[in-house]
């Protein structure tokens, strides 16, 4: 709680304890300077609670040392200019003995009195200002109580310049987080925050009583290190568990999309190294064509697999500029045709603004995305691949009408390795729209998946126009 300081003994204090007694002596002589001239008009009586007024308004303002000061050298001053004989430091009768005397012991005791109702005090603020603090401290969840904001805390609240929770280990004690100037060997406070941990902070000593809400920020401290732990724990714990299912998934798919066209290749090569197996020229033209057809699919597989790990590795590589939208589906198209009895229905203006984006991935999202939908659509119906501009970006929805996918496992779709539509005769890997979205949002754009008027599913890939 910034703003929020507890007392200590600064580096000022010495100089702030000679202003007071300076200001404390003006104030007596001042109050005697106006009262001697008057002296004959009032009673010492009256002169006396004067004085022991000025008494406790120092026991209030300068503490009990200055207050019992400022008594002593009042008593003088009355018996000097205002208790006959004038100008000495003897009385003329007894009464006058014991009215001194009795200044003395009730100036004492109000200045003692006042002193511990000004302690009182400020152990009621500091015990509201400590429950204040440990309260927005501990407020917050363990999760959410991060172990630096907590050393600020304390930095803040005991004035010092550095805090630090160190660790003692076999090699002894090192700092676990500093907030500040780094610790110190004789650091300014300390407190054990649990075990093989400690709490320091360097700066302007401080007042003993503060040491019990030190310990409990301390052990505060200690809860915020052991919280960021198990949350550290958790997350690897919960990668180590992602890694394990994408490894999984990962062997069963290259299993069995791996498996499939070697199988093929394998069988294509026996059939054409056997030399008692008579084909005619149109026979070995079929396996020969299966061959390659089985070798793109491995190749398909492998370029899917490398452009997965460069996104999840962050090392991909994009180089934006200008880019005609009709140029880049034309390959696309070209690289990747549609099976046998499919068709793709093509609206892309040639007039569009360019743009801007990287042609390669653009081309290799535009294929998977027209694969995808190939994929989902029945024969009989064509997939539409459709671009127009909207403001200051360009939009191009590839519709296909298969069966669609509820809206709550949409986003599943583009998680490596789903393969949602599993009622279809080519899945792949399942990478597809993994890579599609990964290469979209690395060119800045947008991929978004809706429902297609009458059934199945449109994917609209949003991309910003070229500067």
Known sequence: MKGLQLSHDGGRRPGRRLAAAGATGAGLAVLT??????????????????????????????????????????????????????????????????????????????????????RQRAAAARSGVEAALL???????LEERPLRAVLEHVRDTFGMTGAALLER?????????????????????????????????????????????LTLL??????????????????????????????????AAVGHDLRTPLAGIKACVSSLRETDLELTDAQQAELLATVDASADKMSDLVENLLALSRLQAGALSVHPRATAL?????????HTPPPPGRAVDVDVPDDLPPAWADPGLLERVIANLVANALDAGPPGRPVHVHARQEANV??????????????????????????????????????????????????????????????????????????
Do not use: C, W
Request: proline letters at 7%.
């Open 326 to 334: 009709d140029e880049i589906t034309a390959a696309a198209l070209l």
């Open 169 to 213: 280990d076999a090699g002894g004690e090192r700092p676990v987080a500093v907030v500040g100037e780094p610790p110190s060997a004789d650091p300014t406070l300390s407190a054990p925050a649990g075990e093989h941990l400690r709490l320091v902070a360097d700066g302007p000593p401080v007042f003993a009583a503060d040491q019990r809400f």
């Open 33 to 118: 300077v106006a009262l001697v001239p008057v002296r004959g008009s009032l009673s010492l009586a009256s002169i006396v609670l004067i004085y022991l007024t000025a008494v406790v308004i120092v026991a209030a303002t300068g503490g009990l040392r200055l207050a019992l000061a400022a008594a002593v050298a009042s008593d003088v001053l009355v018996n000097f200019f205002f208790v006959p004989p004038f100008h000495t430091l003897t009385a003329e009768n007894r009464d006058l003995v014991i009215t001194l005397a009795v200044y003395v012991v009730v100036a004492t005791t109000v200045s003692v009195a006042v002193d511990l109702a000004a």
């Open 135 to 141: 309260a927005r401290i501990t407020e917050a969840p």
């Open 394 to 467: 360009i939009l191009l929805q590839v519709t296909d009408h298969g069966p669609g996918i509820p809206a709550d496992q949409r986003e599943r779709i583009f998680a490596p390795f789903q393969r949602l539509n599993d009622h279809t005769t080519h899945h792949g890997l399942g990478l597809g729209l993994a890579i599609a979205r990964g290469f979209t949002q690395a060119m800045n754009g947008t991929l978004t998946p809706t429902d297609t008027p009458g059934g199945g599913l449109t994917m609209t890939l949003t991309l910003p126009t070229a500067p």
């Open 218 to 251: 301390a052990t505060a401290a200690a809860r915020a290190l052991q919280a960021e732990r198990l949350a550290s724990e958790a997350a690897r714990a919960r990668e180590l568990t992602e890694i394990d299912k994408l490894r999984a998934a990962l062997l």
